[in-house]
């Protein structure tokens, strides 16, 4: 039975990218060794970084004078690194869920750390507005979407200070002004590659203005001169995001691909808000495209368990939801086919057939 497979990450990825590295695991481009055994200063790999760094900059239209780094350590490694670099006094942190949490915990180590503003109040269901920000901040972090709760920014807040970002779950997704943005960082694993990677990109010139030594594999200036080799790098990791990316472009890009983000959450959304058994969890308007959380209805709570097993007899994959926030969770990311969006609904129409009062 085909799989639809709705895992919050590591997660999909789209059938060519996994077939393109799959050939390239037993023969990379015809030269008779794999990509998992050769050289990361070879010339093939040196042309499979340089591609998907051009690639990066070009689809998320990144202006002069930032830099993109593949690195290891995943999003919770960034946490410290952000602080380490930039935070010599005071940083400001909008919480937003337990990503943003473990965020701020970590800044706390390295200075006064304000949470500027948060939507504890309503266990995250929300994305807090209108805020102020003070401007004697080093930096204001914020998440742009919560993957957990399934809230996310729909457009790029204006900051008086350094705007950082965690997009973990959201990059590609929508087109981001990166202007406003001093740094951008990521798992690979939600939207663009395999877990193992992580992707900064940063503007330069916020760089070298915290007076406390930075070990080397903290410093990002460090990696900017080394073009994400001062060590060795997630290697395949990164062809794969190559892979992601000619993907992307060949689909048209971000522009077109946010289209189809919004056509397949809008499909989601209208039967979770038409269906009797079932309701959304965050507020309609901060709504994730990309993680679409949802429990039974008023009156329907007994049915929680029923359900899980119904749509996996169907072919439905993690579709649970975080043990945080109960119910379900269907994650959306980019190379989710709109098939796949239709196959879960489908299964919830049935489903109600059965069960409505
Ligand atoms: C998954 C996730 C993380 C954690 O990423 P790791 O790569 O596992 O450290 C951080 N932030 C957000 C928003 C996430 O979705």
Redesign the pocket.
Known sequence: MKKHNFS??PSILPAIAMENAAKAVLDFDGIGLSILEISHRSKEFEAVIEEATALFKELLNIPDGYQVLFLG?????QFFHVPYNLLEKKAGYVNTGV?AK?ALKEAANFGEVVTVASSEDKNFTYIPKGFAIPSDLDYLHI?T????YGTEYHTDIDSPVTLVA?M??DIFSRPVDVSKYGLIY??A??NIGP?GV?FVVVKEDILGKVSRPLPSMVDYRNHIKNGSMFNTPPVFPIFVIRETLRWLKSIGGVEAMYKINKEKAAILYDEIDNNPLFKGTAVKEDRSLMNVCFVMNDGYEELAAEFLPFAQERGMVGIKGHRLVGGFRASIYNAMPKESVQALVDCMKEFAKLHKK
């Open positions: 919050a990450g350590g995943g999003a919770s490694t990503w473990k998440t979407n919560n993957t957990i965690d973990s779950s990521g798992g694993q939600k877990a992580t």
